[in-house]
């Protein structure tokens, strides 16, 4: 079936260092892809809405300019968490999928720390 | 805009027996989608089941199967013969069917425990 691969699983940092987070499809084209956060024991809240070729949609509350995402190709979207604080410390986590009623495939999710 | 509503942080359930995790939602729209998504520990994001909101029939996946009830906008997951790898957190999701997007609004989520 489908897969969203997401990497790194894991990162730890420290404060101010940029990190970047990757979501790829693995076998099959993704013009939309969805960056969500999610917190301990809280649900997930979409971040922003990554799209292929323009610029990305973000939710309100959401800092472009700290979480920078770009979209190059059908089946690569990044997140790039910029000069990253201990408040940036969450779980982040990527889905893709067709024009419903085809489901959205999640990313394995990244747990980012930052000291 | 939409909404989706987990009123049950946490639910526990006897292995083998029966449980129900409750969802309401809030929209205008008429074409959308439900979903119920389980969360284990591991933190991957696995669909259990979805339900088309023109279809009246409620949808079944094996032990999991959906009450939905379009007027009331209520979409609550039952499991039945519950197992001890069951145990996870639920989110009910709502999906617009008009966007072309596919976005998607989650609930809080419950967090379910299955005793032995």
């Known amino acids: 079936g489908a897969v969203v691969s997401q990497h790194p699983s894991r990162v730890i940092c420290k404060s101010g260092t940029s990190v970047k987070i990757e979501c790829r499809s693995l076998d099959f084209q993704a013009t939309t892809m969805f960056w969500y956060r999610q917190f301990p024991k809280q649900s997930l809240m979409l971040m922003a809405t990554?799209?292929?070729?323009?610029?990305?949609?973000?939710e309100q509350g959401v800092e472009k300019d700290k979480f920078l995402i770009n979209h190059a190709s059908l089946t690569l979207s990044t997140l790039t968490v910029t000069s990253a604080h201990p408040e940036d410390s969450s779980f982040y986590i990527c889905s893709a999928g067709g024009q419903p009623p085809a489901p959205q495939h999640f990313g394995d999710g990244t747990r980012l720390s930052i000291l | 805009a939409q909404t989706v509503t987990q009123s049950q942080p946490e639910m526990s359930v006897q292995e083998a027996e029966t449980v129900t995790l409750s969802c309401t939602y809030d929209?205008?729209?008429?074409?959308?989608?439900l979903f119920w998504y389980k969360q284990p520990p591991s933190r991957q994001m696995i669909l259990v089941i979805r339900q088309e909101a023109y279809k009246q029939q409620n949808a079944t996946e094996n032990r999991f199967s959906v009450n939905f009830q379009k007027a009331a906008k209520s979409f609550s997951l039952k499991i039945s013969d519950s197992q001890l790898g069951d145990a996870a957190m639920y989110f009910c999701a709502y999906r617009s069917g008009a966007s072309n997007t596919g976005k998607l609004i989650f609930g809080q989520g419950t967090t379910l425990q299955v005793k032995p």
């Open positions: 990554s799209n292929e070729g323009s610029k990305a949609t973000y």
């Open positions: 929209t205008s729209e008429s074409d959308y989608y």
